[in-house]
């Protein structure tokens, strides 16, 4: 048996071939697994719980239908979709885990974030993700009407974008840092935890890293991205594989 570990699927109505990969996925693979667990960013925008989306609603019956076969189903909250809340995770079956959470993967413990609390060189970002996980600002956002919680998602998603395309088209070397996670904030997070495997997603830069960390060996694995072609992490007693779909 194996437990499977995906991230940055981005699911979007405009890409509907890659959740038709996702829940063929769920299908084929999903429902034999030991577990399954998804470090965020499953949809690329997430403006509560009442969206009606069809994807958020195939999806839904998708991992259902996994966690109805015996399967756990663990979510960890992204930057694009840390709105999901506690009456989605219901409808699909899945358990909301803490970022960072540890668990106990085949007698190892294991460190699991979506990572961007890794990418610490990127100031403006964190000041932003701190402003929209306080509990008063999530109130008020979702107090507002459907139709103007989906145009900010819409305006935030281009401000991204733009703030990407400004950068990269600077010091391309200073894109590629601050996009990435922070080697000083990984090797601290490692040893606060006191954990030797850390698993993640977020960058897009899917690896497994070996470490020196306070003169112990570790490792850090780094989720692809499913914009291109679906990835996976296949975890079981023997070791870990990091697979295109």
């Not at 509560?48 to 259902?64: I, L």
């Not at 990984?186 to 935890?193: D, K, S, W, Y």
Request: with cysteine; net charge negative; proline share 5%.
């Amino acid at each position: 048996m194996t437990t499977l570990f995906v991230s940055d699927l981005h699911l979007d109505p405009a890409r509907p071939q890659v959740t038709e990969l996702f829940l063929r996925f769920l299908r084929d693979e999903g429902r034999r697994a030991d577990a399954l667990y998804i470090l965020g960013d499953l949809f690329e925008a997430w403006v509560g719980d009442d969206d009606p989306s069809e994807a958020g609603q195939s999806v839904a019956a998708g991992v259902r239908a996994v966690a109805d076969a015996g399967v756990p189903v663990y979510f960890i909250h992204g930057n694009r979709d840390f709105l999901v809340g506690p009456d989605y995770a219901r409808r699909a079956g899945m358990r909301l885990l803490p970022d960072p959470a540890v668990v106990a993967l085949y007698g190892e413990p294991v460190l699991l974030m979506h990572g961007d609390l890794l990418c610490t060189d990127d100031t403006a970002y964190q000041a932003f993700r701190a402003q929209t996980r306080d509990p008063a600002w999530r109130q008020r956002f979702l107090a507002q009407p459907l139709a103007a919680r989906q145009a900010f998602a819409a305006q935030a998603r281009e401000a991204s974008m733009a703030r990407q395309r400004e950068m990269m088209a600077g010091d391309r070397g200073t894109f590629e840092t601050v996009t990435d996670v922070a080697p000083a904030t990984v090797e601290a997070t490692l040893v606060r935890f006191g954990v030797s495997t850390l698993i993640h997603g977020h960058t897009h830069r899917p690896a497994i890293h070996a470490l020196q960390v306070a003169a112990r060996p570790c490792r850090r694995i780094v989720l692809g991205d499913w914009y291109e072609q679906g990835s996976v992490l296949r975890v079981d007693a023997d070791g870990m594989r990091l697979d295109a779909l």
